[in-house]
């Protein structure tokens, strides 16, 4: 920890902590836009396989024996769910396997280094493209979601950025962990015990009403479980507590902003 703020000090004093180039992050973009290019067709079924085997399942399946819960068809609102799940388990991919894959096995980070292109430039250029990719293929889900649940508004134009942003606190987070991860398994820690809960226990699946106090609590400060309230509020065009949840989005994406280029830093400098 102490490394961590000695690492803070010394690029706050030199200036580092804010010097990131547009151009730079642009061209990390492109790096792994192009590299995703060629792969995006075998990469569509595991990215929508999965949420679309819980809406199956859990829309069709368990939504056949339920009513209305909050005031929508149980299918509604598992398929809201799913959209922003969708958007942070891509995402998660993004900054945890294919991040590591470049960082540690590919050496990609390394020859970025050799260019003007700078440490900061290459996390927000990754966080970036991991709400990129969030858009990709969260976006499929949710047009697949128009077409399964004939419901159609203008709002829900706003969920791409929605997706976007998701995205990007999910990449923040993901890159965070797979900077200090020894080994590609390592992962797997971060999958099962952080993103698997958040995607069964932010008001995915079920209301958090019903589970007790103290993971009601817990599960307030999952990024995942305000995406999903305000997906809600746009497919059911109520609005009334969208900015508080907006706001907490914003406040993550402030919070995790620094850490993984903290990190990187130290793992680099150490």
């Known amino acids: ?3 961590i703020f000695c690492v803070f000090s010394i690029l706050y004093s030199e200036g580092k902590m804010f ?8 061209y990390v973009i492109i790096r792994n836009y192009m590299s995703f290019r060629s792969l995006f067709k075998i990469s569509i079924v595991p990215n929508l396989i999965d949420p679309l085997f819980y809406l199956i ?5 368990v939504g056949a024996y339920l009513t209305n819960i ?15 799940a969708t ?6 991919s993004e900054a945890t396997v294919n991040a ?3 960082y540690k096995i590919e050496k990609t980070y390394a020859a970025m280094l050799m260019t003007p292109i700078n440490l900061q430039d290459i996390v927000i250029g990754q966080a970036i493209w991991s709400g990129v990719r969030a858009i990709i293929f ?14 159609y508004n203008l709002y829900m134009l706003f969920i791409i950025p929605l997706l976007f942003l998701i995205g990007l606190i999910f990449g923040l987070i993901g890159l965070t962990f797979t900077y200090i991860a020894p080994s590609r398994e390592f992962l797997n820690y971060y999958n099962t015990l952080v993103i698997r809960p958040l995607y069964m226990f932010s008001d995915t699946f079920f209301p958090i009403d019903s589970i007790p106090e103290i993971f009601r609590s817990l599960t307030w400060f999952s990024p995942l479980y305000h995406a999903t309230n305000i997906i809600r509020a746009i497919w059911i065009e109520n609005f009334t507590m969208v900015f508080q949840h907006l706001l907490w989005l914003i406040s993550c994406v402030t919070l995790f902003y620094f850490i993984p280029i903290l990190v990187i830093y130290k793992m680099y400098y150490k």
Do not use: E, K
């Open 1 to 3: 920890m102490q490394n």
């Open 100 to 102: 590591f894959i470049q």
């Open 87 to 92: 958007a942070m388990t891509t995402a998660t």
């Open 19 to 26: 010097r990131v180039s547009p151009r730079s992050v642009y």
């Open 138 to 151: 969260g976006g499929i889900f949710w047009l697949v979601s128009l077409v399964i649940s004939q419901t």
């Open 57 to 61: 399942a859990m829309g069709f399946g």
């Open 70 to 84: 909050n005031g929508m068809s149980y299918t509604t609102f598992v398929i809201t769910g799913l959209i922003g």
